[in-house]
């Protein structure tokens, strides 16, 4: 399995809770206005990974607390972030992950997307929303603006509407 990545971060404090490896995907079509990161809109740029020696490169680094998927936009590229996120949920890694995508959307979408629905049920923590420059939230410790939410997916799956995660800062 083939993964598409603007870059990876081996170590990041602002990506998440803890110490996280951060996976960069390249490609999003969101377009958000005052996107920090548009060098990873485009789906042709990056540089293509095995998601297989991402995967065990990542679980000999006992030290980390987990990992984040951002972006770009991991939804954007289902298959293998839905790869990557089965095998870390297997070996008990926790797993964030920055989306463009409302939580709303993303429940529609997975219907009829099941690599949405494999990515998303394997999460813990979902930031989801557009990032609006308009409405940077300066106070919080990860990137994000007002709208976005820090979601606990498992407890928001399991009751069927959003959960908040437990430290929400915003
Ligand atoms: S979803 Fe993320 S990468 Fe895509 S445009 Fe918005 S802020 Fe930029």
Redesign the pocket.
Known sequence: MKIRLAAILPNSNVNGEGLRKVFFSQG?H???QG????H??PFDGGKICDCDQLINETLEETYLSGVTFC???PFQQPIPFAYLAKKFKKNEINIWC???YTWEELQNLMKDDSNIKDLLTNLDVLIDG??DKKKMNKKDKFPSTTNQRVINVQKSLKIGKVVLWKNNLF
Do not use: V
């Open positions: 999003c969101h377009h958000c996107c920090f990161n548009q990873t809109w972006g770009g936009e920055f989306t463009g557009r990032f």
